[in-house]
């Protein structure tokens, strides 16, 4: 029962192009949503949220946008830098589950310059 | 601040052998969290703990896992005996009172043989 879907494995663009990460969820109970950057070998490092009764969430080069009605959010890049290739990973969350996340599978996503 | 400590950073043991991993949240956070990550998927809730008490470990594979938290600051996590695909990277995180979103330790890398 995969709750929260990522559906591309990777993603390849240009230094100084927009990047633009994907993630669908089923679970319409969901009440926020987060983004987590993930390098090799470290741990995923929180990046930025939304709440679901808002639609848009921007800081700096990063911004996330809800869409409640197709179920489906994503994080944009602009303008992408190479330091920005990580795996980045969707995560929704139900408050009265006391905060536990549900991750999607991941997206890896390479700058080029 | 100090962030979420893991301990050790690698493992490798033949399947059957028994394995424990450490984890220190930060200073404060009451919540803490155990994630197992497998290669090419997104962290999967094994265990969350608030303070000394589990709040959910349905995911948990309760005759081989096990966790506690003990004093509800420090918390071990033990695989009696460890299988092939127990082979991931486990995650450690904590959360403080009434926020979304985590802190995540650097992981175990568990290698299973």
């Known amino acids: 029962d995969q709750q929260v879907k990522q559906n591309s494995p990777s993603l390849s663009v240009q230094e100084g192009r927009i990047s633009i990460l994907n993630c669908d969820y089923t679970?319409?109970?969901?009440?926020?949503f987060l983004w987590y950057k993930k390098y090799p070998a470290e741990g995923p490092t929180f990046l930025i949220s939304?709440?679901?009764?808002?639609d848009k969430n921007e800081d700096g080069r990063f911004t996330v946008f809800l869409n409640k009605s197709a179920k489906h959010l994503s994080l944009h890049i602009v303008p992408s830098q190479p330091g920005d290739s990580a795996v980045y990973f969707c995560?929704?969350?139900?408050?009265?589950?006391?905060?536990?996340?549900?991750f999607g599978q991941g997206t890896e996503l390479s700058v080029k310059p | 601040e100090a962030g979420v400590a893991q301990s050790p950073r690698y493992k490798i043991i033949e399947k059957r052998q028994s394995v424990a991993f450490w984890c220190n949240p930060i200073?404060?956070?009451?919540?803490l969290y155990w994630y197992q990550q497998i290669l090419g998927q997104g962290p999967k809730l094994l265990i969350q703990?608030?303070?000394?008490?589990?709040?959910?470990d349905s995911q948990l594979p309760k005759d081989r896992f096990s966790a506690e938290r003990l004093k509800g600051v420090d918390s071990t996590l033990k695989i009696q005996p460890a299988k092939l695909e127990d082979s991931a990277v486990y995650l450690c995180?904590?959360?403080?009172?009434?926020?979304?979103?985590?802190?995540f330790g650097s992981g175990t890398r568990l290698t299973v043989v």
């Open positions: 995560a929704a969350s139900l408050y009265n589950q006391g905060g536990k996340l549900i």
């Open positions: 200073s404060g956070h009451a919540t």
């Open positions: 939304i709440s679901s009764i808002k």
């Open positions: 679970n319409s109970m969901f009440d926020y």
């Open positions: 703990f608030q303070n000394n008490g589990v709040v959910d």
């Open positions: 995180a904590s959360s403080g009172q009434g926020t979304y979103g985590y802190t």
